[in-house]
């Protein structure tokens, strides 16, 4: 993941070989989370995790605990899209209807009930069973257009040009203005650092350490 100088980013294909054990779908929920917060995606993690777990416990139940498989994480134009090959080329997944109080089989009805759409390329020697997550990005590269986003973008447009000025309102009441004016600019500026794939609290760290240095210079 690298970001562009116009604050966009390049989303890499991934993938992350794996055995298709119970104990493994956990780990994978957690990776795919914190892959999709170096994505800026965040938005999407709780329906990602819960294709990820079906997908992985599809495989498990239907081709065999143990099987090697791969998670594949990439991106389908704007939409998300998650994958699991593994080298059953026999059995094929299908969508079925259960109903609510059956205990198994529906994994795929929740994959498709929180995706967009579904479904299974073949290889000579694997399948990848995927599925689409809409996102909120305009372009594969772009960011999620949230309108704290686009506040801090044009806050740092204007401090960035050097135009942003403030005035000093009098009395208590104007500073209290300003004070909650303060706090939700930062609070702006820290959905901006996760839509462009960057860890507020690692942010909040250094913006500490360099108003204390500040502090102590003066």
């Given at each position: 993941m690298a970001n562009g100088?116009?604050?966009?980013?390049?989303?890499?294909?991934?993938?992350?070989?794996?055995?298709?054990?119970?104990?493994?779908?956990?780990?994978?929920?957690?990776?795919?989370?914190?892959?999709?917060?170096?994505?800026?995606?965040?938005?999407?993690?709780?329906?990602?995790?819960?294709?990820v777990s079906e997908l992985a416990a599809n495989v498990?139940?239907?081709?065999?605990?143990?099987?090697?498989?791969?998670?594949?994480?990439?991106?389908?134009?704007?939409?998300?899209?998650?994958?699991?090959?593994?080298?059953?080329?026999?059995?094929?997944?299908?969508?079925?209807?259960?109903?609510?109080?059956?205990?198994?089989?529906?994994?795929?009805?929740?994959?498709?009930?929180?995706?967009?759409?579904?479904?299974?390329?073949?290889?000579?020697?694997?399948?990848?069973?995927?599925?689409?997550?809409?996102?909120?990005?305009?372009?594969?590269n772009g960011h999620v257009d949230q309108p704290w986003v686009t506040r801090s973008e044009a806050c740092l447009t204007l401090y960035g040009a050097g135009a942003a000025t403030m005035d000093r309102a009098q009395g208590r009441a104007g500073f209290a203005v300003q004070q909650e004016t303060a706090i939700a600019l930062i609070a702006d500026l820290l959905h901006w650092l996760c839509a462009h794939g960057c860890d507020p609290d690692a942010a909040l760290d250094r913006a500490q350490m360099r108003f204390e240095s500040t502090v102590t210079a003066r």
């Amino acid at each position: 993941m690298a970001n562009g100088i116009d604050g966009c980013m390049t989303r890499k294909p991934w993938e992350l070989p794996f055995l298709a054990e119970p104990e493994e779908v956990a780990a994978l929920r957690r990776v795919v989370r914190l892959h999709l917060r170096l994505w800026g995606l965040s938005d999407v993690a709780d329906a990602a995790e819960i294709c990820v777990s079906e997908l992985a416990a599809n495989v498990i139940r239907h081709v065999g605990a143990g099987t090697p498989s791969t998670l594949v994480v990439e991106m389908n134009g704007t939409r998300l899209r998650l994958g699991l090959r593994d080298p059953d080329t026999r059995e094929l997944p299908r969508g079925m209807s259960v109903g609510l109080d059956a205990e198994t089989g529906r994994g795929l009805a929740l994959v498709e009930a929180v995706s967009d759409r579904w479904g299974v390329i073949l290889g000579a020697d694997s399948k990848l069973v995927w599925c689409d997550l809409a996102t909120q990005l305009a372009s594969p590269n772009g960011h999620v257009d949230q309108p704290w986003v686009t506040r801090s973008e044009a806050c740092l447009t204007l401090y960035g040009a050097g135009a942003a000025t403030m005035d000093r309102a009098q009395g208590r009441a104007g500073f209290a203005v300003q004070q909650e004016t303060a706090i939700a600019l930062i609070a702006d500026l820290l959905h901006w650092l996760c839509a462009h794939g960057c860890d507020p609290d690692a942010a909040l760290d250094r913006a500490q350490m360099r108003f204390e240095s500040t502090v102590t210079a003066r």
